[in-house]
């Protein structure tokens, strides 16, 4: 029984151990929100990076989510970790990062259009509600955390597929884990999102994910290897 609530416990660390970043970044997102809705300026600032959004369409996403899910925590990890050396760890780790985030980031993107079909595009509690649900509950544990968990548990392994990753046992050690930081960090964020038009969610997205990329690089690294 100690292996596995050990395995909850990185979970739970990592949660801890960005709860005040994660703080900071929701109440920068509440500050736009806020922004949003009282500062005419500001609205137009964002209805600006909608309507490239609007232009430019997966494109837009894949290529923000490369920069917040890929170059950013690089970059921090080179300036913060490595005082400012780059090694050959940071290209494979681009080399990595680039592809997988960049898809994923085009996949929240459609996920959030779809959400804006079924359940509206309108800052009301009827709406909004149902998409937060939806995201945590069935989107992250269902397709977003496995997929991430398998991704960089294949790049952790050196290419190697996870053994028994269609497994019950498999989703409660690896994946579920994940969900902890993933909650404590997201669903105040989602919640935040979807009270804004679907066409600015994503140009705010990106900058959440940045974050959540460097808590989940974090988990991965400190996660034992199955043998």
């Known amino acids: 029984m100690e292996v596995p609530r050990n395995k909850w416990l990185v979970g ?9 970043p994660g703080l900071i ?5 509440l500050a736009v929100l806020l922004a949003y809705y009282f500062s005419p300026a500001f609205k137009e600032l964002l209805q600006i990076l909608a309507e490239k959004k609007a232009r430019l369409g997966f494109l837009y996403s894949g290529v923000s989510g490369v920069v917040a899910g890929s170059f950013i925590p690089e970059l921090m990890r080179v300036l913060v970790f490595q005082k400012g050396r780059v090694n050959s760890s940071n290209w494979r780790n681009l080399m990595f990062t680039t592809p997988f985030w960049g898809y ?3 996949q929240v993107d459609f996920f959030y259009r779809l959400q804006a079909q079924w359940f509206g595009d ?4 009827a709406a909004v509600i149902p998409q937060v649900l939806v995201d945590q ?5 269902f397709v977003a955390a496995p997929l991430t968990v398998w991704a960089y548990e294949w ?28 909650w404590v960090v997201w669903i105040p964020v989602v919640s935040i999102l979807y009270t804004l038009p679907e066409t600015v969610q994503i140009p705010l997205f990106v900058f959440a994910l940045a974050l959540w990329v460097m808590i989940f690089t974090w988990m991965s690294e400190e996660r034992p290897t199955t043998g």
């Open 12 to 20: 739970w660390r990592a949660a801890k151990a960005n709860l005040l």
């Open 25 to 29: 970044l929701q109440a920068l997102m």
């Open 104 to 106: 994923m980031s085009m």
């Open 122 to 125: 309108e800052a009301t509690l």
């Open 137 to 141: 509950f069935v989107y992250t544990p």
């Open 155 to 182: 790049r952790n392994s050196g290419g190697n597929w996870p053994a028994g990753w269609w497994k019950p046992s498999y989703y409660m050690d690896r994946i579920a884990p994940t969900l902890l930081a993933n």
